[in-house]
């Protein structure tokens, strides 16, 4: 008996001090969770291969509550809980035609049918064909902000803005993040022309308001390659680049992924 209440003992305190040791984490964020002999990685139904032995978990901008971290190391599970903090960003207003708040209801069957394409894209999962960090979509000079913004359009609340805005000329060029193929290009109602590319991995990108769609489903893309120009078709106040990344399924901030990835918050005591 005396063993038992040590043995359980042991466990409570070790579950204690890796749940002191874990930093609360960050909706649309990043978290690196890495150590010799890792060999997989795993966030609800989904796993993945780690980068080297580093485990990279992304948190959905609309995650809430508590999320179980898994890898395994060295043939052993591991796991580890983290709460998902408050929150962060703050709220945008905008004014946009009527028509692009207030659907018809042939603009909204197109919008149906036009996200169950889209839905179809986030569960893939292949070789990685991509580095960290990834190269910006625009050349030097040009910053994308407001990822997370609550946007509230006309004076109705939407989505929240899952992806940058760089404010740019009409024409810019916008490039590949890393090498890629094609996985969708046409035409959105609220996005435009729009490119979407599967970098592997489990990490797509996503350009939109394109002016142009100069390339096609299916065509292989290598890192800084063009994927179109910068416009103002679909939902958009005026030119500008809506780039988004979505990792293993998670909407996150592609910022993050522009900056060496040692600079992600790391899970490790």
Not at 226 to 254: K, Y
């Amino acid at each position: 008996m005396t063993t038992i209440r040590l043995v359980c003992a042991a466990v409570l305190l070790l579950a204690v001090e890796l749940a002191a040791a874990t930093p609360e984490v960050v909706p649309g964020s990043v978290v690196r969770w890495g150590a010799p002999g890792v060999t997989a990685c795993s966030l609800g139904d989904r796993t993945w291969a780690p980068v080297g032995d580093t485990c990279y978990f992304p948190v959905d901008l609309l995650a809430t509550g508590h999320l179980t971290f898994e890898r395994i190391r060295n043939a052993k599970t591991e796991r580890l809980t983290v709460t998902v903090g408050r929150y962060p960003y703050p709220e945008q207003r905008l004014t946009v035609p009527e028509k692009m708040v207030h659907l018809s209801r042939e603009d909204s069957a197109r919008v149906e049918r036009e996200n169950a394409r889209i839905a179809r894209l986030w569960p893939r999962e292949s070789v990685p064909r991509f580095a960290l960090p990834l190269a910006p979509p625009l050349s030097s000079g040009f910053i994308g902000a407001r990822f997370g913004h609550r946007r509230v359009f006309n004076g109705q609340p939407r989505s929240p803005h899952n992806g940058l805005d760089f404010k740019a000329p009409a024409g810019t060029a916008v490039r590949a993040p890393a090498d890629g193929v094609v996985v969708l290009a046409e035409n959105h109602f609220f996005a435009g022309n729009s490119v979407f590319v599967d970098h592997g991995g489990g990490l797509i990108s996503m350009s939109f308001h394109l002016a142009d769609l100069p390339v096609h489903v299916g065509q292989e893309v290598r890192r800084g390659e063009v994927l179109g120009h910068v416009g103002s078709t679909g939902r958009a106040t005026g030119p500008h680049l809506h780039f988004g990344v979505r990792w293993h399924g998670a909407r996150i901030d592609p910022n993050l992924l522009f900056e060496a990835p040692e600079r992600l918050p790391s899970l490790e005591p």
